[in-house]
């Protein structure tokens, strides 16, 4: 008998009711789907077949679906909480009915988790596995070895690519560059920001590598950066992480970290603190370095 599964999918532009998540947004909502359904007995499949990114990652039938369109256009949309009542409730009607299929778009998920279990990992990995084309340009871009640092100054830079960072965030984010990445540098750092300018700036002034391309975190429209950037991220030995817009790790940078176990640094707004995640998941923020200096 074919499984019943429900469909995380990624809608086609203008049939959002809300905005389209990023692909951050999107994967931290796949496993949060992926272990919900564990217990009900139900498959995930993913559904970017209305996108162009589906174009740039290398097929997989245990991971892809390809759903009517009409079907996709009609999923219903879970953006809040990650305790979101709704889709639980969705899903045991799901679980209970004879539907075969149940068509739905999440972002829910817990953005501060440290560590993933290894079924997820495999599961989601999938998702990575860019298309040879892919691979092969960023591996002529970057070295072997690696890190990145990515930078998220907010939505708005996407839509101008002149967007310049206000003084004081600037600022803020030069001294945590100075403090804490450059002095720890022991291979190239790649560097990756939303804001255009900002990228190409901090390249230059503290000699870090970056790609050329406006980055985008969307799966329609430029999306050919955007699997660029997840595949750096994919292959990098360590990534750091500055929010200078919102209180939260990144699901793109972070979860990606997480997923194949890369070792990462994150600084967020408002107060920057240093919050490193080693790769078996253990926090380490700056309190915790100084306690442990302080006993020698």
Known sequence: ??????????????????SPPGLGDFVRGACHLFETLQPLGLDLRIDVSQTEFAGLIAGNESFFHSGEASRVAGATEYFEDHDHPLLLKRLEEFRRSGEPELYVCTNLGAWDRRSLPDATRDFIG?????????????????????????????????????????????????????????????????????????KLDLARRYGMLTLPHQSRHGAFGHVRPVAL???????????????????????????????????SMNFRAPRYEREEVTAQGQLLTARRWWRAFARG
């Open 126 to 198: 999938a998702f990575y596995q860019f298309s040879d084309d892919v691979e092969r340009e960023l591996a002529a871009a970057v070295p072997a070895a690696y890190e990145v640092l990515s930078v998220r100054c907010g939505d708005h830079c996407y839509d101008d690519p002149a967007a310049q960072v206000p003084a004081g965030s600037r600022r803020r984010i030069d001294s945590l560059i100075e403090r804490h990445i450059v002095p720890r540098r022991q291979v190239p750092i790649v560097v990756t920001s939303d804001c255009h300018a900002l």
């Open 229 to 263: 950037d997840l595949c750096l991220l994919k292959h990098s030995r360590f990534n750091y992480h500055i929010n200078a817009w919102a209180d939260w790790w990144s699901g793109f940078s972070h979860y990606t970290s997480m997923i194949f176990r890369i070792p």
């Open 1 to 18: 008998m074919t499984a019943r599964r429900v469909v995380q999918v990624y809608k086609a532009p203008q049939q959002w009711l809300d």
